[in-house]
């Protein structure tokens, strides 16, 4: 899998937009990024995931740019229960089936 | 919509005993991973089965270390001789189908060794 850098940590305050950066820029053509976070004492979560086009779901939307080496997450309106560590995973979709974390973004959203 | 579950939730033992955690997936997941993290660092993938089988095993796995998933539903790791350095948080992940997008983990058990 393509190696991943991503800023150790980020604050941003409550009900403002925050963009979580990650830069993949070793990725494939069959690649795909992904999001996970992980609120303390709890299993990561899936927030998002996307190959080539910008993708929006009900958590968050990810920018993926035209030469894929990097990406964003963006939280739209964040709360406090967004603090959360954030990682951004690149993996092919079949034939690899382990998610390979790094040490992904502390967000701290403040009050 | 009942999640991943794990339990232990915590275990505390001293070094050289064995401990035997359990991970029940999400209901017809037919895939189940295991994952080990360490304080300050994201989960490392440690093995994973689909259905019964096991497909896989990292490095990590050591000779000490053995998961099992008899019935294609639940699944256990077992640590035999713990070594300080099995402390971690041990989480177990379970998806539908072959390369799915989403693994939906539990909640893990925090292992300390003594």
């Known amino acids: 899998d393509a190696k991943t850098t991503q800023p150790t940590s980020m604050d941003c305050a409550e009900g403002r937009a925050a963009n979580l950066p990650c830069n993949h820029s070793?990725?494939?053509?069959?690649?795909?990024v992904y999001w996970y976070r992980q609120i303390h004492s709890q299993g990561p979560q899936y927030i998002i995931h996307?190959?080539?086009n910008n993708e929006t779901n009900e958590m968050a939307s990810l920018i993926i740019t035209e030469d894929r080496k990097s990406s964003t997450l963006i939280l739209p309106h964040a709360t406090l229960r967004d603090t959360a560590v954030y990682y951004c995973?690149?993996?092919?979709?079949?034939?690899?089936?382990?998610?390979?974390f790094g040490t992904g973004t502390r967000l701290t959203i403040i009050p | 919509d009942t999640g991943v579950s794990q339990n232990p939730r915590h275990k505390i033992t001293k070094r050289g005993q064995n401990v035997t955690f359990r991970c029940d997936p999400i209901?017809?997941?037919?895939?189940l991973y295991w994952y080990r993290q360490t304080l300050g660092q994201g989960p490392e993938f440690l093995t994973y089965?689909?259905?019964?089988?096991?497909?896989?095993k990292s490095r990590l796995l050591s000779d000490r270390f053995s998961a099992e998933r008899p019935k294609g539903s639940f699944s256990t790791l077992e640590i035999q001789r713990t070594e300080q350095g099995d402390s971690a948080m041990y989480l177990c992940?379970?998806?539908?189908?072959?390369?799915?997008?989403?693994?939906?983990f539990g909640p893990g058990t925090r292992l300390l060794v003594l």
């Open positions: 992940a379970s998806s539908l189908g072959q390369g799915a997008r989403t693994q939906y």
């Open positions: 070793t990725i494939s053509g069959n690649e795909y």
């Open positions: 996307g190959l080539k």
């Open positions: 995973i690149v993996r092919v979709d079949f034939g690899n089936e382990k998610l390979t």
């Open positions: 209901s017809e997941h037919n895939r």
């Open positions: 089965f689909q259905n019964e089988a096991q497909l896989e």
